[in-house]
């Protein structure tokens, strides 16, 4: 049995939708986070998938490149803005950090 | 072609988005050699944003693809980069202004950060590239989720941050998603490509859509559209106030310029226009999908907001409903959907950022933005609270100010013969009508209701820079309501995508 | 095309602008020079009828207006959008600015010139912010004159609409108790009437075809050529139901200003709070607007729409009339009294007008008159008796006629034409009416069914002369003073009209009949 | 007998999608972090199985050694190690699962009936090279944007963690 492009796609599909229950039922700022890597690290193996089965060059593996690059970029911001979080509430559970409402 | 020659002559074309990041990085130096707050950084931000408004007036009616189809310069582009440049300076004067930010520990970061999203904006408004699109929209999006958090001992700054970033990250990712899909069904990053593919290729119902809608949650999400717009409020709430401007303003904005130039570029059938009217692909029907986020961000932007109580919140989901009538236009379709798009920008640009700037100048005054509070203020600042007024009824789109110019103009789109939008325009209108119960909300606080002790409460005086400024908002927001001529010949002129004739 | 000019500036401009100017200066002055306000607000009234009357002496009223160009008179028409439609799309936007006056809105500018003067007379007793009140009150004047003479429909939407929020802030800031209330709500009734109004404005755009230049026109006098509508489009077919909806639409629009049953429950609300100067501009001239709009657009643009809904027209105003009249016998409060009654007359107007006859649209036309003389006088008086009293209770009363013998005289002539006693003006425009009707076979039956109207409106009015006037007078009214000068400076002047127009109506029907006549006939052709 | 690939493709894919469940399901943020460490970890052995060599470095490198590690940094200054539970209510996790089951079976279903563009995969190329002077050519562009989306990173971090 050959690997196809189907198997990449099938384990994208599921590291997205793990991605995306994270970020719903999770309430810790770091654990949402963690889903949204796994997002996109789907997006990634999609990517490549597809460049590959596709025979369509680098274009598919530059975008990935740039994909980490500015995960790297969005995690430090992020890291920031949760250890500033931590330091005026005193947690990093998105629950308890809702000051403002309707 | 050689790549080299390509990439220099690109480079030409390229100084207005060159000078903005070399006005970055000089205000960056500027910072480090000053070290305390000054407005020396923000004349230098200034002052570059005139020199990139200069490169950008030289490009005026040029339409042009540089660095191997990655940006496109046209009219529609250009256009945005005026509204871009126009709204940051403003909004840099804002920031002279706030309280909030005088308070704050920090000192010039704000220049350099407005100037890295406005550079973010201009990529947004002449991305024509897949990765280019998300790498400008991340641009944009990383710098304002600093922005959001920029008093960051402030609590609800900070939480404003954070939601901001969790929200806009998810939704990016979920976009990229959808990019990615895009991508492996076409075998292109280039939308030029990507809309050939789909013009020859009989294309399954089920993926543009699903596609559609992942793509849409990252640009919802910018342009706070609802369903993707439960970051709005209390980013909107919690930010200090220039910022909200800016985001509700500039940001949004780029959400617009990216969303209409994806949508009309990739869903093109051919590139000629008969009669103004764009020829879609047959049997894809991306505009329902439009249609139903408009149309739910119109309605859920107006009821909720009809409930607040802080103005910074109201003008949050107020913003939300602008929106959907900005998704009017696109909805269309057409070269007239699109100039009423562009005009209702330029209408929002400028009430929506008088109507920030009364609120900072009442935050500043009362440390509070709650409408509650403003009791017969306008009592105690006649001049202010005639100004919010007339921000206010333009907003909802009343004759005689550029707002109605706005409207009328997405409705005369709506309901152009064969365009089968009445039922849209009637909605449209209607909203506008359950929207003036809200802004008159502020109105009615501020004139018809007064506080126990309005009339011991001594005048409340401002500077006359401030006035000055508020003027300066006012008159366009009037002027353009009477005589609309110069903004609609502006928006027609401008309606113009590369590639599309 | 006839043109008169003050200063090289068209006369109608003067009339429209003029309150502009004047609200300027007040704004200028400081806040607490409120004498100085006073006056020169007072003065650019007076400046105003001036001008009217200076119109009047060279009013041609031989010409008959309406859909002729050649007719219309003091006309001054410039261009003010013109901007390329979008790409390819035929023709572009062009808008004027087209004033004019005829027979239909002619009568209209006498009377807001009139009323406006004698509003602001009332509104000296006004004690508050007196600065902001008459720069708005002067912008409304400005508004409601505006939207008399524009004749480009874009233009006349504008004014339309930017009467809408002085009016807001009179009543808000200036009005009862419960003026929050019925501020909001007489701006939320009118705004949600006039998107069907911008609705029906663009698509009219839209289907027209300016037989002359081939370009989409909002000119109101081109749009009353059926050959305007090119067959295609929207309402290129007469009778079809595009052109069906849209007359239900504008309709809708005008009906809320009028206001018709069920759009009327804005008015008791806006009257009883609105401050005695507001409601005498309410009653006077705003509702006036509503069906000044339909004979100036419904009617002539959707002629054929118009005799289709005639019946439902004037099952509309038998409608009015009668439910106007018996909630306003049900009123305690003497103000919402007169607002109910000016419900029913306001239906009178609508039943004149549904009977698409010469005699009747002429009673209505002069009913609007009338009924703005009347009703402002009877406002005037409401607010005398509040203003010293503090309740307008009917029941709170009694006897006033022995305590106040001028108040009395004034108010029996007020109510007597308001009943319409042969000899006041009111009497005419209403047998006109009733005679249109009448004469119209369809609504024969309508207009009879209507004319007990005329029977329980009597009963109210008598009934409440009863309750104040006659009868004892309590002992806690012992110290009230009868009517002053300066309540008889706004007062009188309406008086008199009303008994010369009674005596001699002719006086004011030969202004507008020539524009009627040509109005009927261009609808029953 | 399968072939290697397809051995190792199995092998890869269980790594990456086991962790991957662990990340999102357990209740210890630490476990979490060291799952996502070997499920990132099983990504970087696919990326190497589609021949995209250079992408599997980074992963590496950029990913498991930048990322990660801010991750639990982040983790070890907002929480103490010893107390890492998160406090959830077990309500939410429900429509979760539902909302995200239904997902996944859209997903599914798109990504099986779509004819996806295909062709004979390029064997055995090299790919660092071609990445390389695409960077240089036509990716230039987004190559020196990136570079001031790094500064702005850098920026904002570094106005948030000073001291006042």
């Known amino acids: 049995m050959e690997i196809t492009l189907y198997h990449y ?61 500015l995960a790297v970029a969005e995690a430090a911001i992020a890291l920031a803005i949760v250890l500033n979080i931590y330091n005026n509430f005193n947690t990093a559970n998105i629950d308890e950090v809702d000051s403002m409402k309707d | 072609m050689n790549n080299f020659t390509e990439i220099l002559k690109s480079i030409n074309s390229f100084l207005p988005e060159l000078s903005v990041i070399t006005t970055l990085l000089l205000c960056l130096i500027a910072d480090i050699i000053i070290r305390k707050k000054s407005p020396i950084v923000t004349i230098i931000a200034i002052a570059g944003l005139l020199v990139s408004a200069y490169f950008v007036y030289m490009q005026s009616a040029v339409q042009e693809s540089l660095f191997s189809g990655m940006l496109v310069i046209d009219p529609f582009a250009v256009f945005f980069k005026y509204l871009f440049i126009l709204s940051s300076i403003i909004i840099l004067i804002f920031f002279e202004f706030s309280n909030e930010i ?136 919690g930010s200090p106030t220039p910022v909200t401007a800016f985001l509700a303003v500039t940001s949004s904005a780029a959400g617009f310029s990216l969303i209409t130039r994806l949508f009309l570029t990739t869903f093109l059938g051919s590139t000629q226009i008969v009669d103004g009217a764009f020829s879609i692909i047959a049997g894809i029907h991306w505009q329902e999908i439009i249609i139903v986020i408009s149309v739910a961000s119109m309605i859920v932007g107006n009821f909720v907001a009809i409930w607040q109580k802080s103005l910074k919140r109201l003008l949050g989901y107020s913003s939300i409903a602008q929106g959907g009538y900005m998704l009017a236009g696109l909805v269309v379709a057409d070269t007239i959907g699109l100039t009423a798009m562009l005009i209702y920008l330029s209408a929002y640009l400028f009430m929506n950022l008088g109507a920030f700037f009364v609120t900072i100048l009442i935050v500043n005054k009362l440390g509070t933005d709650d409408i509650e509070q403003m009791k017969g203020l306008g009592y105690r600042l006649p001049f202010v609270g005639v100004a919010m007024a007339v921000f206010m009824l333009a907003l909802s789109g009343i004759p005689a100010t550029v707002g109605f110019i706005g409207k009328f103009y997405l409705v005369t789109a709506l309901m152009k013969p064969g365009a089968g939008y009445l039922w849209f325009a009637i909605v449209l209108m209607l909203n506008s009508v359950v929207s003036l119960f809200f802004y008159l909300k502020v109105v009615k606080s501020m004139f018809l209701e007064r506080a126990d002790n309005t009339d011991e409460l001594p005048g409340i005086k401002f500077s006359v820079q401030s006035y000055i400024i508020l003027i300066l908002l006012l008159i366009p927001t009037i002027f353009f309501g009477l005589y609309f001529g110069p903004i609609v010949k502006l928006a027609e002129s401008s309606a113009v995508l590369f590639g599309i004739r | 095309m006839a043109e008169l000019k003050i200063l090289g500036i068209g006369v109608l401009s003067w009339m429209v602008f003029l309150p502009v100017l004047g609200m300027i200066i007040v704004l200028a002055l400081p806040k607490s020079q409120t004498k100085a306000i006073k006056y020169i607000a007072a003065g650019f009234m007076v400046l105003l009828m001036f001008i009217s009357v200076y119109m009047l002496a060279n009013y041609d009223s031989s010409k008959a207006g309406v859909n002729s160009l050649e007719g219309l008179q003091f006309v001054e028409k410039v261009t003010w959008i013109d901007v390329d439609f979008p790409a390819a799309m035929i023709g572009k936007i062009h808008i004027e600015y087209f004033l004019g006056a005829d027979g239909l809105s002619f009568p209209m500018v006498l009377l807001t010139a009139l009323i406006g003067f004698v509003g602001a007379v009332a509104s000296f007793s006004i004690k508050k912010n007196e600065k902001g009140y008459y ?79 081939g370009l989409h026109t909002f000119n109101l006098i081109t749009l009353m050529n059926p050959q305007t509508f090119p067959p295609e489009s929207f309402f290129g077919v007469l009778g079809n139901t595009w052109r069906l909806l849209a007359f239900a ?40 607007l509503g069906t000044y709009g339909l004979i100036r657009i419904s009617f002539p643009i959707f002629p054929d729409a118009a005799r289709y809904f005639m019946y439902p027209m004037a099952i509309l105003a038998a409608i009015n009339i009668i439910y106007g009249a018996l909630c306003a016998m049900a009123q305690k409060d003497f103000k919402k009294l007169i607002a109910y009654s000016s419900i029913s007359h306001m239906g009178y107007v609508l039943l004149g007008m549904a009977s698409l006859t010469t005699i009747g649209m002429n009673g209505a036309i002069f009913q609007m008159f009338n009924h703005g003389t009347i009703t402002a006088v009877m406002f005037l008086m409401v607010g005398v008796i509040y203003d010293r009293a503090h309740t307008r209770g009917l029941y709170d009363f009694g006897g006033l006629a022995n305590k106040m013998p001028k108040y009395f005289a004034v108010t029996m002539i007020a109510f007597f034409a308001s009943i319409g006693l042969p000899g006041l003006s009111a009497f ?28 329980l409106n009597a009963a109210y009015i008598l009934w409440t002369v009863q309750r104040v006037f006659l009868g004892e007078l309590p002992t806690k009214w012992d110290g009230l003073n009868d009517i002053s000068v300066r309540e008889l400076i706004s007062s009188v002047p309406l008086i008199v009209i009303i008994i010369a127009l009674g005596i001699y109506p002719s006086l004011f029907i030969n202004l507008m009949s020539n524009s009627v006549t040509q109005l009927i006939s261009f609808i029953m052709k | 007998m399968p072939e290697l690939t397809t051995i190792l493709f199995y092998i890869f894919a269980f790594i990456t999608v086991g962790f991957a469940i662990i990340v999102v399901s357990t209740k210890n943020v630490m476990y979490s972090a060291v799952s996502l460490f070997m499920s990132l970890f099983g990504i970087a052995a696919l990326f190497l199985l589609l021949r995209a060599d250079f992408l599997a470095l980074t992963q590496v490198m950029v990913y498991i050694g930048g990322i990660l590690v801010l991750l639990i940094f982040g983790i070890m200054l907002t929480t103490k190690i010893t107390d890492a539970e998160i406090k959830t209510n077990n309500l939410s996790y429900i429509p979760a699962a539902f909302f995200t089951t239904g997902i996944f079976v859209i997903l599914i279903f ?52 000073r001291k006042k």
């Open chain 2, 102 to 237: 005088k308070e704050s520990t920090h000192k010039n970061e704000y220049s350099y950060l407005i100037l890295s999203l406005v550079l973010g904006a201009f990529l947004m408004a002449s991305s024509v590239n897949l990765l280019m699109m998300y790498l400008s929209l991340e641009l944009a999006s990383l710098t304002s989720y600093i922005l959001a958090g920029y008093s960051k001992s402030e609590k609800k700054s900070s939480e404003s941050s954070m939601k901001y970033l969790i929200y806009g990250a998810a939704s990016s990712g979920i976009m990229l998603y959808g990019m990615s899909l895009l991508y492996g069904f076409t075998g292109s990053l280039d939308i030029y490509e990507i809309s050939r593919y789909l013009a020859t290729n009989p294309t399954p119902n089920a993926f543009i859509y699903l596609t559609m809608i992942m793509i849409a949650a990252g640009l919802g999400y910018k342009t706070s559209s609802v369903p993707f717009h439960f970051w709005t409020p209390d980013v909107y709430e």
């Open chain 3, 249 to 288: 639409g504008l309709f809708i629009g005008f009906a809320i200003k009028v206001p018709v049953f069920p759009f009327h429950t804005w008015l008791p609300d806006a009257h009883v709070e609105a401050p005695t100067a507001i409601s005498v501009i309410l009653a006077g001239v705003l509702l006036k």
């Open chain 1, 9 to 69: 796609l099938t384990v994208g599909a599921i590291l997205f939708s793990l991605g995306l229950y994270a970020m719903i039922s999770r309430k810790n700022a770091i654990m949402i986070l963690m889903g949204i890597e796994l997002i996109l690290n789907a997006c990634n193996l999609n990517f490549i998938a597809f460049s590959k089965y596709g025979g369509l060059g680098v274009d598919g593996q530059l975008i990935s490149i740039f994909v980490i690059l």
């Open chain 3, 428 to 455: 005419i425009s209403e047998s006109f009416i009733f005679l249109g009707g009448f004469n119209n076979e369809i609504i024969r039956i309508v207009t009879i069914v209507s004319a007990t109207g005329i029977i």
């Open chain 4, 110 to 161: 798109v990504l099986y009936t779509t004819k996806w563009n295909q062709k004979t995969p390029i064997q055995n190329e090299e790919t660092i090279s071609q990445i390389g002077k695409a960077l240089l050519s036509s990716y230039v562009l987004p190559f020196e944007i990136a570079s001031i989306v790094l500064l702005v990173a850098l920026v904002g971090a570094i106005m948030f963690s």
């Open chain 3, 135 to 213: 720069a708005m009150y002067l912008f409304l004047i400005t508004g409601m004159m505006g939207t008399f003479v524009a004749l480009d429909f874009f233009l006349f939407f504008v004014f339309w609409e930017i009467m809408l929020f002085p009016m807001y802030f009179l009543i808000g800031i200036w009005g009862g108790e419960r003026r929050l209330y019925a501020a909001i709500k007489f701006f939320l009734y009118t705004l949600f009437g006039s998107v069907f109004m911008l609705i029906v404005m663009i698509a009219l755009f839209f289907s027209s075809k300016d037989p002359q230049t």
